[in-house]
C-alpha cells in the first residue's frame, strides 16, 4: 500500500500510469528485478500451460496423430499389389505351368500353379476354395477352365495368354521346329530404353512427401498463427493486458506470446511428423531411405520455426490493433492469404512440374520460403545455395519484423475500443 492509500496491483491507466499512482519508471524496476529472461520465460509458460490444457488443442492433436496413422495403415492394407491367384492343373498338363508363370509376370499378375491328380480333384479344389481356377489344355490348344463363381479379370488374362503361347507352340511342333527354341528367342527379344530425361529416384516418394511436409506446415501456421492474434485481442479486450504491462514491457509480453504459442504447435508438428514419418517408414510407403525422410522432417521443423517466428509477430501486431474479436478478420486476412498464395500454388504446381522455375523464385521469397521450401527440399529439386539464400531472407526480414511488430504492439496494445490505425501505432511515442 502506498502512500495515496491504494492497495491495488498497480495495473496503468490508458495513459500509462498505474491506478495506484506508479509511472512507466516504477514498471521498468520491476520488469529489470525480473530479469528479461526470467520475464520471457514466465509469459511462455502461461502461454503454454493454457494452450496444453485446452481441451480443443488436445482433441485436434489426437485427431491429426489418428488421422495421420489411419491413412498410412489404409495405404498399406490396400496396397496397389493384386491378391496371389492360384490355378490347378493336372500331371498331364504340368509342364503348363511354366507358361502360366510367364503369363502372369509378364501382366505383373500374382499367380500360383499347384498339381493335382486328376480332374476331380482339380474340381474339389475349387469347390472347396483351395484354388480360383482349375485348367485343363484342349486338343486345339486352349484352356477349359473350372472357376467356382467367377474367372475374374487377372486370370483371365494370365489363362488367355498362357493359351495363346501354347498354341503358338504347338503350332510350332507341328511345322517340325523346336519350340523350346522358339520360346528362349521369344523371351530374349526385348526393348532398349534410352532415357533422355530420367526421373530421379524415389522421385514419386519425395513428391509425396514434399507436399506432406508444406502441407502440415501450412495447416499448423494457419491455425496457431491466428491463435496469438486471438490471445492479444482477449488481453486488450478484457484490460489484463494493463495489468501485464504494469510489470513487464511491450515487447516481452508479445516474444513471451510467440514463443510459448510457436513451442506448442512445434511438439504438435512433431509428433504427428514422427508417427507418419515412422509409419510410413515401417510399412515401406515411403519408399525412400530413412535418412532422406528424417532429413526432410528436420528441414521442414527448420522452416518451421523461421515461418512462425514471422507469422506469428505479423498477427501479434495486427491484433494489436483492434478490441475485439468480430474485427480480426479484417486485419489478419492480408495475412492469411500469404499463407494460402504459396500452399495453393506448390500444390497445384509441383505434382506436374516438380522443376518449375516460377515456385523456386517465390520459395525464395520470405514470406512463401516456409512453405514451398519444404516441398522442394522434399522433392529434391532445389540446390544448397538457393536453401542457404531463403534462409538468409527469412532471417533478415524476422529481424525486422521484430522492430517493426514491436513497435505496432507497444504502441496499439494499450489503446482500448476502437481500430487502432496502422499509421498511428507506427508513430514514435
Known amino acids: 500500500m502506498n502512500g495515496a492509500g491504494h492497495s491495488g496491483t498497480g495495473a496503468p491507466d490508458v495513459d500509462g500510469r498505474g491506478v495506484d499512482g506508479r509511472g512507466a519508471g ?22 503454454i500451460t493454457l494452450r496444453l490444457r ?28 493384386s491378391p496371389t491367384r492360384t490355378v490347378a492343373l493336372t500331371a498331364v498338363d504340368g509342364r503348363q505351368a511354366a507358361t502360366i508363370l510367364a503369363a502372369g509376370r509378364s501382366l505383373d499378375a500374382d499367380v500360383q500353379v499347384r498339381t493335382v491328380p486328376d480332374a476331380a480333384a482339380g474340381a474339389r479344389a475349387v469347390l472347396d476354395g483351395d484354388v480360383d481356377a482349375f485348367a485343363q489344355l484342349t486338343s486345339s490348344g486352349s484352356y477349359q477352365v473350372a472357376v467356382k463363381d467367377d474367372l475374374g479379370d487377372t486370370l483371365t488374362s494370365v489363362l488367355t495368354v498362357a493359351a495363346r503361347q501354347a498354341a503358338l507352340e504347338g503350332q510350332i511342333a507341328s511345322l517340325g521346329g523346336d519350340p523350346a527354341t522358339v520360346g528362349r528367342a521369344v523371351q530374349t527379344a526385348g526393348v532398349d530404353v534410352t532415357e533422355l530425361h530420367p526421373k530421379k529416384e524415389h522421385e514419386g516418394s519425395r513428391l509425396l512427401l514434399g507436399l506432406l511436409a508444406g502441407g502440415l506446415i501450412y495447416i499448423s501456421l494457419i491455425t496457431f498463427g491466428p491463435q496469438v492474434a486471438q490471445g492479444v485481442i482477449e488481453e486488450k479486450s478484457s484490460r489484463v493486458v494493463e495489468l501485464l504491462l504494469a510489470v513487464v514491457r511491450p515487447w516481452q509480453l508479445m ?12 511438439a504438435q508438428l512433431t509428433l504427428i511428423g514422427a508417427v507418419g514419418v515412422g509409419l510410413g517408414l515401417a510399412t515401406g510407403q515411403l519408399g525412400i531411405p530413412a535418412g532422406i525422410a528424417v532429413g526432410s522432417v528436420a528441414t521442414a521443423l527448420l522452416w518451421y520455426l523461421l515461418g512462425f517466428a514471422m507469422y506469428a509477430m505479423l498477427f501479434a501486431g495486427a491484433g494489436a490493433l483492434v478490441s475485439r474479436q468480430e474485427d480480426a478478420t479484417g486485419v489478419t486476412m492480408p495475412i492469411v492469404m500469404a499463407l494460402v498464395i504459396p500452399y495453393v500454388l506448390g500444390l497445384t504446381v509441383l505434382p506436374a512440374s516438380p522443376d518449375s522455375g516460377l515456385v523456386l523464385i517465390l520459395a525464395m521469397i520470405p514470406l512463401f520460403a516456409p512453405i514451398l521450401m519444404p516441398m522442394l527440399i522434399g522433392i529434391g529439386s532445389v540446390a544448397v545455395w538457393q536453401v542457404l539464400v531463403a534462409v538468409v531472407l527469412a532471417v533478415a526480414l524476422i529481424v525486422a519484423l521484430v522492430w517493426l511488430a514491436g513497435r505496432v504492439y507497444g504502441n496499439a496494445v494499450r489503446r482500448s475500443g476502437t481500430r487502432v490505425s496502422l499509421r498511428d501505432a507506427l508513430r514514435p511515442t
Not at 32 to 46: D, Q
Request: avoid cysteine; charged fraction near 15%; aromatic fraction near 4%.
Open 26 to 47: 516504477d514498471g521498468e524496476l520491476a520488469v529489470e528485478a525480473l530479469g528479461s529472461g526470467r520475464v520471457l520465460r514466465l509469459v511462455a509458460m502461461r502461454e
Open 255 to 266: 516474444a513471451g506470446k510467440v514463443l510459448g504459442i510457436g513451442a506448442v504447435a512445434l
Open 54 to 81: 485446452s481441451r480443443a488443442f488436445q482433441v485436434t492433436t489426437a485427431l491429426f496423430v489418428v488421422a495421420i496413422a489411419a491413412t498410412v495403415l489404409i495405404l498399406h492394407a490396400v496396397d496397389g499389389s
